[in-house]
């Protein structure tokens, strides 16, 4: 799993967008951190400029790896009302379930929800891997949806640390019926909370990513319990098989010389060559014109550009695997009976962790923790219940899903794309570019989405 | 009670916070056992990494940060973020981030960079005037980009190296280098203040210093969306070390001559 992080994806949630601080950042207090993470989105653009084909579609980057990272220029982004009446709820599912120590600020489950004052319909969002409650991207949703009419109510990824400390039964992500049943509890719980203050008309729910694969199951658990009755359901970018997409970010690190093992080496040269161009350049600061420019010049080859992109997923990886371990104690990384204190240095377990590769995680660690569970399984037709074939006759049944993905991305193989395409028919909205996400938060994606709810 | 009083009593207060807590429950009976995957296996170089041999204490001031955002200064600045119209936020993150134009000024002198200088001053006085006291920044609108310095970069600049990565109380994350830096600058900005004493004539002239001073710290925090702990990822600490030293790296040091 864990598979479609990349880098931007990833830190922009650390440091904002670059549009909150466009020629703001001043003061004593901290304002560094304000455009760091520009910073990491230098590191990872990429090579060949993209050139908007004569289609009707006016997302401008060609690219797949480089509309992934890249994403969506503000100016191509809808504007959206300056306030937004929404709460951080902090949710208490396992009131009883002892924090480990190293994981201190974890109070509960962070959801954030946007709320109308009138009645209205109510969508759920669950965001890709790596993705918190208050991710640029779903918050970015969150505002479409809230300026249509809709309250809004943002879930974390089940791998994110906060949602494998607060709200995963297990402690161990990866496993989609899992996973989704604990994204269940919490949207009842999210949903416990709010009722009392909100008119509610009707359910709806959409995710991206990993996200949109979990809808899916989420759908169709509630189609027995139901909770909530979805109307609809729109599935952002899925995956078809997790362990095939994830395969395919995995291999983008084989090209870096001396292959993933050597990724610290191959971390330390990219970083010197970006650093000489930024001095030979004579740039100023790093910000959006120090970027574009690394754009234009192609400092990075395009094995570089995958080998970066694997490796930023490498990176979010290994933050489930450390949070699961810890929360587990199973020894894997960390030493099993060791208690961590949020001021232990952990930077050795940051190393561990980020070496080890998706396949090491499966095969030693989430494949024989379910098999425990479930001993008549095969470790093929584990795999196979790790997508959506598995639940296809479902699927078909049902006309509330649809699918927005697009041409390039490149989580998705030819043969899956059709296979989307033949499963939900007209419901499914392909664009011609925009690779893993890129587009997501282009004004026509967005208005999309909310068309498809109305 | 003078001011220098004051702060110690504050910083006092931060540090038994901090502290206190921290040696929380480390409660451990049963024997530990190695784990399947060590340190001793990744035959690689250690990437991300930054000179951080103060390590617990910075572990702990960033614990500390986070707890004084969460009970003291979020709920303030969301407050003034409930009660002030959002124009009127704005106007105000002008005014500060044009009174930060003099320490950009004073930094960019000492590092004798004629041009930036002039840009800066020109920003600086077309804001001021044109700008209605900085109100706003039609400067930028003009093609005078804001040039940021600080005197963490001069030192830099100079050849000062970064020193030990440091996590400031309430600041955050810092240098050595830079850390000194920001002592400097809250120095020139507090003589600014003083000097320029908008509210000489007034008999609590304290008092709206010390408001200023405040609603700039509100305001920068205001202009921040960062929170501590918010990304869901247990390495935070380590990235936002690597970020910061990475960016003031680049930022800092003493550029090539032109080709």
Redesign the interface.
Known sequence: MNSFITGTLFFVQFYGKSSDFAGRSRGIFMRHLSVLWLFIACILLLPVPGHAADDGYGYPIAGSYEASIIGTPARLMPEFPGYVRSKQLVLHIFPDRRIPPIFFYDDGLHCTVAYQKQKAPLVFLIGGTGASDRTPKLLTMMKAFYQAGFHVITLPSPSTSNFIVSASKSGVPGDLIDDSADLYRAMEAAWNQVKGDIEVTSFYLCGYSLGATQAAFVAKLDDDRRLFNFRKVLMINPTVSLYNSVTRIENMLKEIPGGPKKQGVFFNRMLSKFSQFYHYGNYVTVNENFLYSIYVEKLFSHDETAGLIGLSYRIGLGGMVFSSDVVTNSGYVVPKNRVLSPNDSIFDYFLVSTHLSFFDYFNEYLYPYFHKQRPWLTKQEYIASLGLRSIEGYLKSSDKFGVMTNENDFILTKTELDYLRQLFGERTKVYPRGGHLGNLEYSENLAYMVAFFK | MTTVSRCRIILALMLSLSFAG?A?????T??????????S?????????VADPW??FN??MY?FN?YFDKYFFLPVVNGYEFITP?FLQDRI?SF??NI?EVKNLTNSLFQLKGK?SAKTLGRFLTNSTVGLGGLF?PA?KFGL????EDFGKTLGYWGVGSGPYLVLP????SSLRDGGG?AV??GI?YGIYTGIDPFGRLDDTYLYDYGIMTL??I???H??????????????Y???RF??H??????S?T??P??
């Open positions: 921290c929380s429950t480390r409660v451990n049963q024997p530990e056992v190695p784990p399947m995957h060590s340190i296996e990744v035959r690689d170089q250690s990437f991300a990494d390590e617990g572990r702990r614990r986070f959002t993150s500060y981030n930060g930036e920044d930028t980009e804001r040039h940021d309430i600041f955050g994350p920001l600058d809250t900005s700039d710290e305001d920068a925090r202009q921040q969306s960062f929170r501590y702990y918010e990304s869901g990822y247990p390495f935070e380590y990235m936002v970020f910061y990475e960016k003031r790296e680049l930022e040091a550029p090539l032109e080709k």
